[in-house]
């Protein structure tokens, strides 16, 4: 396995377009994360899934963001009307779903907004 | 509610020096905890954890924490720094989610 990997690694767009991040987990892993994360700062909760279902998503998203994982496996990250706040590092992570393990990274999708 | 403090923001050592990054936590039960280290542009790795048991646990790289309950603390140590350690540290407990505090950023001087 070669671990959680996300597709774009790095994506420009200007405001106003909509963006779409892949996240790929560890095939096993029933868990899957998105945090989002801005320069000097810890990795901040977006939302996450257990399977398909999507158990938590962070007060602080706008409704401009949706996130699906449709059969519990690859989870897409959607982000529309973009705006330059939105620029950040955009990381997915997954875990088998038990309090007493870890979460695996993927590399990270870098947005800029301009 | 959840939530993990890294007081210091920088640290600067010099290559063989002893490190010590501070973590306290907060948390009602017995917590999860984790230490993670980020390289520029990159995705976290996992360095160490703490479950149960043994308060002081053994990671990668060389690096070791002590888990204190009195003082809800989870401090990250190494002995001896070298160069490629410099990169920033994240302490996370996990309840369902992951909770991250705002990091470490190691500098190393030759």
């Known amino acids: 396995d070669t671990g959680v990997s996300q597709d774009p690694r790095h994506k420009i767009t200007k405001r106003g377009q909509n963006v779409t991040f892949r996240c790929d987990p560890i095939?096993?892993?029933?868990?899957l994360y998105w945090y989002r994360q801005t320069l000097g700062q810890g990795p901040e909760f977006l939302t996450y899934f257990q399977n398909e279902a999507q158990l938590e998503k962070s007060r602080l998203l706008s409704d401009r963001f949706s996130a699906e994982r449709p059969k519990g496996s690859f989870s897409t990250l959607e982000i529309q009307r973009t705006e330059q706040g939105d620029s950040a590092m955009y990381l997915c992570a997954s875990s088998l779903g038990t309090l007493n393990t870890e979460a695996f990274f993927g590399q990270g999708t870098r947005l800029t907004v301009v | 509610a959840q939530s993990v403090t890294q007081p210091d923001i920088h640290i600067t050592v010099s290559e063989g020096a002893s490190l010590e990054l501070r973590c306290n936590y907060s948390y009602g039960a017995t917590p999860y905890l984790f230490w993670y280290v980020q390289s520029p542009g990159q995705g976290l790795q996992l360095l160490l954890k703490?479950?149960?048991?043994?308060?002081l646990v053994q990671g990668i790289k060389g690096f070791e924490a002590e888990f204190k309950r009195s003082q809800s603390s989870f401090n990250l140590r190494k002995p001896s720094v070298h160069w490629s350690d410099a990169a920033e540290y994240f302490c996370?407990?996990?309840?369902?989610?992951?909770?991250f505090g705002s990091g470490t950023k190691l500098n190393v001087k030759p």
């Open positions: 095939s096993e892993h029933n868990r």
């Open positions: 703490y479950f149960s048991g043994d308060t």
């Open positions: 996370a407990v996990t309840f369902n989610k992951f909770y």
